[in-house]
């Protein structure tokens, strides 16, 4: 029994086993260091803006790839820069939340629909009525991880990537609008902002600031 087990660990180390050259990176994520990323403070007033038409925002949908976070440590390349994995079940539903805080903020007339993302023969008679624009998202990126540099001294970060597909229709499935809002953010992890919080209001930010965005869902800048 020894003998074969030992001869099972030759054969693993001289294979090059992952623990020699362990992973840089979770599954599905890419390099996201800090210095790439814009720093992302707490959020002003957005934009206002009006439009005649109701909103319906879709609860977000989500593609990412599990888990979301990382613990990396770049000061100190004696271990892997991967100490830790972690997940956020509900980090979809919550920049959802967010998201429509800053479109509300703004002037919008909007409707969270949390029982589906959006779908158009599921919106109830009485707001069926009223012709709403269904607001349709999925999080195809979403990347949020705990950085050390190798600056001297050291610094942590909070860094989050996020790249979410929004789209804009009637209720007869006419597509006004579909783009991808990508964001790269950071925050100072001395600061005790809450990172998806700010990400979620500054994708409804930069979806007041997008002329197509804006077209599509009949809005004008400024208040009514």
Known sequence: MRAGFMAIMAGVIGSGCYWSDPPSFPYGHASNPPKDATPLTTAQPPPPCHSPRILVLGRFDSVVTQPIGGLYDWSDYQVSPLFRTYYFKHAHLEIFEHTSDALRAAGLDVRKDYG??????????????????????????????????????????????????????????????REKQSIRARVDARDPANLLRLLGLELGRRLLLDPGFLRAIEAERGAS
């Open 116 to 177: 589906t993302t959006g779908e158009p023969g599921l919106v109830e008679a009485p707001l069926r009525a009223k012709a709403p624009l269904l607001v349709r998202t999925t999080i195809l990126a979403l990347q949020h991880d705990q950085v050390r540099t190798d600056d001297d001294p050291p610094r942590d970060f909070e860094v989050v990537r996020l790249v979410a597909e929004v789209s804009v229709a009637d209720l007869q499935g006419g597509v006004r609008y």
